[in-house]
Every structure is written in structure tokens, then in C-alpha cells.
């Protein structure tokens, strides 16, 4: 597995992903545990475990845990650094 992602090419590998992408803009609306995010993709929870450990390994996911369940929520903070480097990669 890569490390956190340190491009604006790496973060974008990262979130090509279809699954990824969808897990991402699920989270836009707050944070969730993994049981309430596979349903809503209609993946199985292992492949949303996965996905989701790549995007907290990439940095752009964080987690805690409450009791049995483990929480995630967006790093808006890296995922607009990413944006503003796609932005002004485009407007070259």
C-alpha cells in the first residue's frame, strides 16, 4: 500500500476508484460507520472496509471508534489542498 498521498497524481490514482469516489461523496454528508456506507453502494462491507482503509491510509479519511462501531469523516482540510492543485493545474 502507498503511502499518504504527497501528488496531486497519487491523490487522484487514489480516488479514481469508483468505490472510493462514492465513499468520498457519501461522507460529504457527515460522518458514518461502515454499516451505514455499504448499503448506501450496494458493495459488500469487506469491500468497503477496503476502500475505506486506503482513503484513511491515503489521509483523506479520518476515524474514531464508538463501542463496537468505528466511525469515519472526511480530511476536508487534504481534500481541498488536492482540489486547489487540480484547479490550478487546469487553469495552466
Same mark, same amino acid.
Request: hydrophobic share 30%.
Given at each position: 500500500?502507498?503511502?499518504?498521498?504527497?501528488?496531486?497524481?497519487?491523490y +487522484?490514482k487514489?480516488?479514481?476508484?469508483?468505490?472510493?469516489l462514492?465513499?468520498l461523496n457519501?461522507l460529504? %454528508?457527515?460522518q458514518l460507520c461502515?454499516?451505514?456506507i455499504?448499503?448506501?453502494l %450496494?458493495?459488500?462491507? %469487506? +469491500?468497503?472496509?477496503h476502500?475505506l482503509?486506503? +482513503? #484513511?491510509y491515503c489521509?483523506?479519511?479520518?476515524?474514531?471508534?464508538?463501542?463496537? #462501531?468505528?466511525?469515519?469523516t472526511r480530511?476536508? %482540510?487534504?481534500i481541498?489542498h488536492?482540489?486547489?492543485?487540480l484547479s #490550478?493545474?487546469?487553469?495552466?
Amino acid at each position: 500500500m502507498k503511502k499518504q498521498p504527497s501528488t496531486l497524481t497519487e491523490y +487522484l490514482k487514489t480516488i479514481s476508484d469508483e468505490n472510493r469516489l462514492a465513499i468520498l461523496n457519501t461522507l460529504k %454528508n457527515g460522518q458514518l460507520c461502515v454499516c451505514e456506507i455499504f448499503p448506501l453502494l %450496494n458493495i459488500p462491507q %469487506n +469491500l468497503a472496509s477496503h476502500h475505506l482503509k486506503v +482513503l #484513511k491510509y491515503c489521509g483523506l479519511v479520518e476515524c474514531r471508534r464508538e463501542g463496537t #462501531k468505528i466511525i469515519y469523516t472526511r480530511k476536508e %482540510n487534504e481534500i481541498k489542498h488536492y482540489q486547489k492543485l487540480l484547479s #490550478k493545474t487546469i487553469q495552466k
